[in-house]
T-cell receptor, first 116, second 115 residues
């Protein structure tokens, strides 16, 4: 199955700043997703990253706060903008589609973000 | 909207026990179901993937079953080891509508296996 490289693995950021998280896949994939996992919670889908067009956001998430880029079929970025302590979470990139056996999902190792 | 529930929320057992983790989902229109393992502060590792047409999948000491019509899946762990300690997440993929392709997660079962 596909291998995902997600960077950075962790970061501590000041409130009001922005952080961009990168997700690189070793093969072309149809679908890429960004999830958030708040402390003690399960995963919540932020958005679907669409190649060549604007991302599709889930209810409660907006482009101004979480801008996403996907310039090609192997790479995407998620930016967490104007951060506050409530944004402290693990952010995960996930892929599915061609290159993933039987259309299962593969996840990156996650970015552990702490906002102070 | 699909809802996924996992029982129990936490489980603590001595090494060597056989375990059953439960997952239920409300909408049976799923494409597949996937079990993941998550170590503290880390990403997700896929354990088993069951297609909607399948009844079970096995990998080593792990066996997952799926009863799509009743909206249930179980993950069976044989002869548990301390290294199995982690959170186990169940996720279903929808097969139709505006939610096509997205995953719905349960809250997980936090497993601790002590020596």
């Amino acid at each position: 199955s596909a291998v995902i490289s997600q960077k950075p693995s962790r970061d501590i950021c000041q409130r009001g700043t922005s952080l961009t998280i990168q997700c690189q896949v070793d093969s072309q994939v149809t679908m890429m997703f960004w999830y958030r996992q708040q402390p003690g919670q399960s995963l919540t889908l932020i958005a679907t990253a669409n190649q060549g067009s604007e991302a599709t956001y889930e209810s409660g998430f907006v482009i101004d706060k979480f801008p996403i880029s996907r310039p090609n079929l192997t790479f995407s970025t998620l930016t967490v903008s104007n951060m506050s302590p409530e944004d402290s979470s693990i952010y995960l990139c996930s892929v599915s589609g061609q290159g993933i056996s039987n259309y299962g999902y593969t996840f990156g190792s996650g970015t552990r973000l702490t906002v102070v | 909207k699909q809802e996924v529930t996992q029982i129990p929320a936490a489980l603590s057992v001595p090494e060597g026990e056989n375990l059953v983790l439960n997952c239920s989902f409300t909408d049976s229109a799923i494409y597949n179901l996937q079990w993941f393992r998550q170590d503290p502060g880390k990403g997700l590792t896929s354990l088993l993937l069951i297609q909607s047409s399948q009844r079970e999948q096995t990998s080593g000491r792990l066996n997952a079953s799926l009863d799509k019509s009743s909206g249930r899946s179980t993950l069976y762990i044989a002869a548990s080891q301390p290294g199995d300690s982690a959170t186990y997440l169940c996720a279903v993929r929808q097969d139709r509508g505006s939610t096509l392709g997205r995953l719905y997660f349960g809250r997980g079962t936090q497993l601790t296996v002590w020596p």
